[in-house]
C-alpha cells in the first residue's frame, strides 16, 4: 500500500466507531446507529466517489464548530465491510476520519458513503465543513480540497542577520495552514542534505554559531503541501562596534526622562549601566540595533551633577542642573527698607538678586550653595579662580582664606580697593595675582 504517513500516524486516540454493511439510496440513512439514534443528534455527509481504480484509503478532515466535543462518527454506504475506521480529533478544531483497507483491496468505484457525528452529552450542532480529502490509491496519493479551504502560506520569511562569532542566533518563519509542520535546512536554498537536528519549530535557535552560515525553512501543511521560506544568511564578524544617539544631554533641575538611540554593527547582545542612584536605565538590553530608556529624579542641591550609561566602552553622558535655592541670608535681618542684610563674619550683602548679591567690599558674588546660618559658602568669582569655597572659620577679622578649585589652592583675599579688580595670595605658591573681568 501507498499510504502517506498522516494516514497511517492517524490510528491513534480512537474513539468508539461503527462500520456498517454496504447498502444503497435512502436507507443509509438508519444504518449503524442502532439505539444512538434517538439518544444523540448526527449529521449526514454523503460523498461519491469515482476514482479510478478506487482508493485503498480515505483520510477526510473536517473543522468542528466551536465547542463541540466529539464522541464517535459512523460510516454507511458503500463501503466494503473489511475496511476499519480510524477517528481522531487533532488540535485546531480538526476531525480526521480515516478509512482503509488491512487487505489493501481497492474500494469499489461509486459508492456513495455517509459519515454521522455524534457529540458528548447529546447537543445539537452545525454540520462539520469538510476541508481536505486525501486519497491513497495503490499507485500512489491525491491530494484533493473542498473549495474555499485556504492553501498554506508562508507569512513571514526569516531574515538575514550579522553576529558577533560565538554568539547565539535565532531566526523565524511564520506560516498558515493546517496543522503545519516546520523543518529547517542549512546551506544553500533548496539543499535538503543538511537538516537541522531539532530544527522542527517556526523558530530556530542556535546556541552559538562560528561562522557565516545560511538557513532557510520548509513548511507542510497536514495534507503535504510543502513551501519554501527564502534563505537568510547569518554572517559572523569578528569585531562589533556599537555607538550612541546622543552621546550627551544637559537638562534642567526637575525629573525627567529620554531615549538613546543604539546602533549596532552585529546582532549581539548588549545591557546598559547607570553609574548614578538617581539616573535610571528603565529599558536598556538588546540584541544588535535599538534604544535605552531613562529616567532620572530632580536634583534637590545646587550643584549640576553628572551621569553616565555605559555599554562596555560606549557612554552617554546626562548633566542635570542644579536646584537654585533661597537666599542664604533669609535669617539676617535688613536695614529698613532696603535689601541690605549684615553678616556677623562675612559683612555687608545686598541679595535681592539671589542668587547673585552684591557685597559691599568684593562686588558681585553668585553663591551656588548655602549651608545652615550662612556658617559655609561657596561663591564663584572672576577670572580662573572657578569654584571658590570659604567660610566663618576660614573668612575673618584675622585672616580672609578660601580654596580655589580652579587654582587648585588656597589664596589669602585682600579686600577693599576696587571690587572689580582683585588681589589674592596664593598660599602655595607665595605669589600675589589680581583677578580682573
Known sequence: MFFRSPVLLSRVLKSSVVLAAPLWGDAVTQVGLGDAAGTAPYVEVPFFFVSGEGPVAMQFDFAVPQGVDLESVVVGGGVPTDHQLDFEVLEGGLARVVLYSPTNELMPDGRLLSLRFHAQGGGSFPEPDLVAMVFSNADGVRIDRAPGFPQPAILAHPQSQVVAAGTGVSLSVAASGVDIA???YRGAFGQTGNPVAGGTAATLHVAAIAETTTFWARV???FGVSLD???ATVTVVDTVEISMDPTWREVEAPSGGGV???TATAAVPWTAVSDADWLAVVAGSGTGSG???????????????????????????LMQAGSEPESIFRHLPTVGGTAWRE???FGWVDDSDWPWVWHDEHGWLRFYIAGTEDETLFYSIFGDLGWVFTGKTLYNESHTLLYSHGRGAWLHYSPGGNPWSRSFLNLNSNTTFVVSP
Open 343 to 345: 553678616s556677623e563674619w
Open 291 to 317: 534604544e535605552i530608556e531613562y529616567t532620572y529624579t530632580a536634583n534637590p542641591g545646587f550643584f549640576p551633577r553628572v551621569g553616565t550609561i555605559s555599554i562596555g566602552e560606549t557612554v552617554f553622558t
Open 260 to 262: 538613546v538611540a543604539v
Open 220 to 222: 507542510t501543511d497536514a
Open 229 to 231: 521560506s527564502a534563505a
Open 182 to 184: 516546520f523543518q529547517w
